[in-house]
């Protein structure tokens, strides 16, 4: 069965900063994998995906985020942080050779970013 | 291009009463998705519909929790009777088409369920 780990619940990062969200996943054949925000009382927004080819992805709002297949992870980056960046983000992952076509969301990792 | 539509945003209900949601997907999505998500959790998914078929139901407490789309196209989610514990936002979400795993949802903006 596929899933996601987000070992984070919190990271705390300064404006101007850049951080990182940390996502692992477990699946097993090829994964596609992919990060939504979630701004308060708000629905799931898509960021970026990784489906095929080159190991680093680039999404909405300047963030980008890194495929390792060797380390079964799909970081989340940003090279400079905002204020408007904090929210509630959440790694997925739809596993290509298990049948299941049901995309399987992380707990998710509050991401606050101060002044 | 409208959004996925979902209402109402806020209800607040009685344990061992009834409720139900809709939700209108993006014109054309073959696919949608309910899924519930519990304060610090994240979405899980409880029924999944291709057209007006389902296409996993595993996680949909069938005791009390039923959906249906039956044009295929809106959907309604009815839990009867709540339990405390189905406080929680439900979100529906809407893709192309299930079969296609490179495509990402888009969501609603939730309706959140208070059970007292």
């Known amino acids: ?115 | 291009e409208a959004g996925v539509a979902q209402s109402p945003r806020y209800k607040i209900i009685e344990k061992r009463q009834s409720v139900a949601f809709w939700c209108n997907p993006i014109s054309g999505h073959a696919t949608l998705y309910w899924y519930q998500q519990i304060l610090g959790q994240g979405p899980k998914l409880l029924i999944q519909f291709q057209n007006n078929g389902v296409v996993d139901d595993s996680q949909l407490p069938k005791d009390r929790f039923s959906a249906e789309r039956l044009k295929g196209v809106d959907s309604t989610l009815k839990i009867q009777p709540a339990k405390l514990e189905d406080s929680a936002v439900y979100l529906c979400a809407s893709s192309l088409d299930s079969r296609d795993n490179t495509g990402e949802l888009f969501f609603g903006e939730g309706s959140r369920l208070t059970v007292l």
Request: with cysteine.
């Open chain 1, 1 to 115: 069965a596929q899933s996601v780990a987000q070992p984070e619940d919190q990271v705390n990062v300064a404006e101007g900063n850049p951080l990182t969200v940390k996502c692992t996943y477990s699946v097993s054949g090829n994964p596609y994998l992919f990060w939504y925000v979630q701004y308060p009382n708000r629905g799931l927004q898509f960021l970026l995906k990784y489906i095929t080819g080159d190991n680093l992805v680039k999404g909405s709002y300047g963030f980008e985020a890194e495929f390792n297949k060797s380390q079964t992870s799909f970081h989340l980056k940003k090279p400079s942080a905002l204020v408007s960046d904090s929210a509630l983000y959440f790694c997925a992952v739809r596993d290509l050779a298990g049948g299941s076509y049901i995309p399987t969301f992380g707990r998710g990792t509050s991401l606050i970013v101060h002044p």
